[in-house]
C-alpha cells in the first residue's frame, strides 16, 4: 500500500498540521539517547555527545553549504539540492521544498517507519551485493540484508511509480543508485536480479561511473582490487545489464569525465561540487 497522499504535498505539510510530525521527530530524537538510529546499533548517549562507530553526536557538524547540482537532473533542478538537519523547525517556518533522502542503504526499518509521510523521494545507493564485501570495504555486517530490508520498506512506501510535477522535478519515489565498482565488487547483477524479482522491473535505477579511489583505497594493499577507476568495458557491461533485467526507467552517467565532475572538492569550501549543468 502507498501511504501518502498527493493531494497535499509535500506530504509533511499533513503531519506538520495534525501535530504528528512533532511526535516523529521526537520519537526519532529519543533514539539518539541509547542510539539505535542505524542497524550498528551502538547504545550509546548522542543527546550527551557521547561519540561511536559515525562520530556523530546531538547535532551534525557541517563542513560547508552550498546548492548542489550532483544530484539526477529531476532532482536538483536548475536551483540544486541542499541539506536539511531540522525538518520541522524549517516545515515551520515555511519550508514547502520535497524532502529527498539520499542513504547508504544501511538503514533501520524503524526509522525507515518513522520517516513515512516526511519523506518525499527515497534515494538508497545500493552498494553491495553480499555481507562480505560489505564487511572489507565499509566495515558493517549484513550489509547485504540490511540494504535490502530497508529499499523494501522505501519502495513499501512509494511504490515503483516516480510522480513528476508540472517542471519536471521528482515528486515523490524511488530511485536507487547503483556505483559502478572495479572488479564487480557491488555485484552489481545480483542487485539487479533482486530489484527486479523481488521489488519491481519499473523501479527508476540511477546507474553510476564517479568511482574513483581515495584515501587508503588507492593505497592499502588490503584493498587492492578497489585501487584504480572502472574500465570503459566494466561500464559497458553494466549499461547493458540494466538492458538484460529489463530496468528502463532511470539514468545513467556519462562514463567520460564522471570522475572528475561529480567529485567535489572539500578545500574550495565556497563550491566544492563542480556545476555538472555544464555536463552534456
Ligand atoms: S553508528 Fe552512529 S547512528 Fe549508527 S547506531 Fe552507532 S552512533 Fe547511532
Not at 566494466?234 to 569525465?257: P, T
Request: with cysteine.
Amino acid at each position: 500500500m502507498i501511504s501518502n497522499d498527493l493531494n497535499i504535498w509535500p506530504s509533511y505539510l499533513r503531519l506538520l498540521e495534525n501535530g504528528e510530525l512533532r511526535c516523529r521527530v521526537e520519537a526519532l530524537e529519543a533514539l539518539l539517547e541509547r542510539c539505535t538510529v542505524c542497524p550498528r546499533d551502538c547504545l550509546n548517549n548522542r543527546l550527551r555527545n557521547e561519540i561511536a562507530a559515525c562520530y556523530s553526536g546531538r547535532l551534525p557538524i557541517v563542513s560547508s553549504y552550498t546548492a548542489h547540482f550532483g544530484e539526477e537532473p529531476p532532482l536538483s533542478g536548475t536551483r540544486g539540492a541542499g541539506n536539511i538537519f531540522a525538518i520541522l523547525i524549517a516545515a515551520q517556518k515555511g519550508l514547502r521544498l520535497p524532502i529527498v533522502y539520499n542513504t547508504n542503504a544501511f538503514d533501520s526499518v524503524e526509522v525507515l517507519r518513522l520517516l513515512d509521510g516526511i519523506v518525499d523521494v527515497y534515494l538508497p545507493d545500493l552498494k553491495y551485493a553480499e555481507d562480505e564485501a560489505g564487511f572489507l570495504y565499509s566495515k558493517v555486517r549484513s550489509y547485504a540484508l540490511v540494504s535490502r530490508a530497508a529499499i523494501a520498506e522505501m519502495y513499501r512506501q512509494t511504490g515503483d511509480q516516480l510522480v513528476y510535477s508540472e517542471d519536471g522535478l521528482v515528486k515523490r519515489g524511488l530511485v536507487i543508485r547503483l556505483l559502478v565498482l572495479p572488479n564487480d565488487i557491488g555485484g552489481l547483477r545480483d542487485s539487479l536480479r533482486w530489484i527486479r524479482d523481488e521489488l519491481s522491473p519499473r523501479i527508476a535505477v540511477s546507474l553510476m561511473a564517479q568511482y574513483y579511489p581515495t584515501n587508503v583505497a588507492g593505497t592499502n594493499q588490503r584493498y587492492v582490487l578497489l585501487s584504480r577507476r572502472i574500465s570503459e568495458s566494466e561500464w559497458l557491461r553494466a549499461a547493458s545489464a540494466l538492458d538484460e533485467f529489463g530496468i528502463k526507467q532511470g539514468w545513467m552517467q556519462e562514463y567520460d569525465g564522471a570522475a572528475f565532475y561529480y567529485r567535489p572538492d572539500f578545500k574550495d569550501r565556497e563550491t566544492p561540487f563542480h556545476d555538472v549543468r555544464d555536463f552534456v
